[in-house]
């Protein structure tokens, strides 16, 4: 009895290692995950910051050069004492409109990642393989005769037998 007990303790340890193994890659991924999304969410907003600064220095310049093209048109009008030319001009430039700048928020697509179990994964991948029509008909047909001779295999008796130790599982009818 003491053989058989090191032994189990000993096999369990070793599922436990490989847990906890598992869940540091696991977690190993997540974190890698988060960091390439905050880096690429970060470019973007670097990238929109240089895009408003070159728009802020290009409505600068146009600011600028339409106020000396103004001083000098008021200039111009003061010294012929045209003050109807020179209201107007005011109005005028009162009236500008400047580009301004606004945000837009736009959807974009972010690939989320999650944990799941291998069976989970097994599953999901059937599944996506019947999703295609021709291999669908395919699949329910060849479930049908399964199911006539009794030899059907459905997803759920799948997740409760990869939840079943494996002595379990291959007691268990396919």
């Given at each position: 009895m003491k053989k058989a007990e090191s032994e189990i303790r000993s096999l369990f340890e070793r599922y436990n290692?490989?847990?906890?193994?598992?869940?540091?890659?696991?977690?190993?991924?997540?974190?890698?995950?988060?960091s390439e999304l905050v880096h690429l969410i970060?470019?973007?907003v670097n990238t929109q910051r240089k895009l408003l600064e070159q728009h802020f220095d290009m409505q600068k310049r146009f600011l600028d050069a339409e106020r000396k093209?103004?001083?000098q048109q008021v200039a111009a009008q003061e010294?012929?004492?045209?003050n109807e030319q020179i209201d107007r001009l005011l109005a005028e430039y009162k009236a500008l409109q400047l580009n301004l700048p606004k945000t837009e928020q736009y959807e974009n697509p972010i690939p989320y990642i999650r944990?799941?179990?291998?069976?989970?994964l097994a599953l999901r991948k059937t599944d996506e393989k019947n999703a295609h029509p021709i291999e669908e008909s395919q699949s329910q047909n060849r479930s049908t005769e399964d199911n006539v001779n009794g030899t059907g295999n459905t997803a759920s008796a799948s997740r409760r037998s990869s939840l079943r130790p494996p002595s379990a599982r291959a007691r268990s009818p396919k």
């Open positions: 290692d490989t847990l906890v193994r598992q869940k540091k890659d696991v977690s190993d991924k997540l974190t890698k995950w988060s970060e470019t973007h093209k103004l001083i010294k012929k004492k045209d944990v799941i179990t291998e069976a989970q």
